[in-house]
């Protein structure tokens, strides 16, 4: 199987990388070698190399700067992923993609189904839902998989951000007021490997078990980086409100996804994001 991964530079393609089945034949795209915002280019490329399948972990992700950078946000994450589509609806080849949370607007108290309304909150979250749209129109076959507040070790994340401002300052303020559920990486890279063998289509949730303030989500950080003597002085942790730390784009006050339905199709275990974290603090503190 000769298996394609878009995103190169990004935290998720490292771990698609790590964690690839030893019969894949991988190969991993950046900018250099496909430059997804030059939308007439996507598909003859992806014609001309044919790969067996496909894992767009690419998108536009920053949040808020997409608020005043909509025409990049659009393109990257809307028109791309159409040509994304159009590609692999002409070579038969199953589409697997990432997209996220922020498609909803977290007036919910249970966590999101697959099937529930959308309705995002900002420029990212616009983006990245009509980007599924335009997929789901022009190649029915393909995975979608919704993921949030995914970190790695040693990429650019909340997790990272942390430790670098634990090691700096004796006080932090994270806020506490936003739900969601920590992702690991690695675990969901090994379950989007699973979906693309298991040729899944439609719309689909995973992130780890469990939900989880950003606050509760930094004092966990602090909590296992103490233990495992990646960080070895005191910092207080100060919960915030939203209003306390604005940004420019709106972020959903609860976002937990519901990741049953996916985790029974590809007999994955329910793995809390405390056990994940656990996991990526010992890569940190372990030496190579």
């Known amino acids: 199987m000769r298996i394609l991964v878009l995103g190169k530079s990004g935290q998720l393609a490292q771990s698609l990388v790590g964690f690839a089945p030893t019969q894949v034949e991988l190969t991993v795209w950046g900018r250099e070698e496909l430059d997804l915002s030059n939308l007439e280019e996507i598909v003859p490329r992806l014609l001309a190399h044919a790969p067996d399948g496909i894992i767009n972990a690419s998108a536009y992700t920053a949040v808020d700067r997409a608020e005043q950078d909509a025409d990049a ?46 309705s995002p909150l900002g420029i990212y979250g616009a983006s990245k839902r009509e980007g599924e749209s335009l997929l ?22 909340f997790m990272s951000t942390m430790l670098r401002l634990m090691a700096e300052r004796d006080e932090l303020g994270v806020v506490a007021d936003q739900v969601g559920a920590p992702t690991s990486s690695d675990n969901l890279a090994q379950v989007l490997w699973r979906v693309l063998e298991k040729r899944l289509s439609g719309i689909w949730h995973y992130s780890d078990a469990g939900a989880a303030s950003w606050y509760d989500f930094a004092c966990a950080i602090y909590e296992e ?17 939203t209003e306390q730390y604005p940004t420019p784009a709106v972020r959903p006050a609860y976002s937990v996804l519901d990741s049953s339905a996916l985790r029974d199709a590809i007999n994955w275990p329910a793995i809390h994001w405390q056990q994940a974290l656990r996991e990526q603090i010992h890569q940190l503190s372990s030496p190579h």
């Open 225 to 241: 980086s103490r233990q495992q003597h990646v960080i070895e002085r005191d910092v207080v942790i100060r919960p915030l409100k």
């Open 136 to 157: 789901q129109q022009v190649c029915p076959a393909a995975a979608i998989v919704r993921t949030a507040w995914v970190y790695r070790a040693g990429s650019n994340n």
């Open 73 to 118: 946000a659009y393109r990257l994450n809307r028109d791309a992923v159409k040509q994304l589509g159009l590609a692999a609806a002409q070579m038969g080849c199953p589409l697997v993609h990432v997209s996220t949370d922020f498609v909803f607007d977290g007036n919910q108290s249970r966590p999101y189904q697959p099937g529930d309304a959308c």
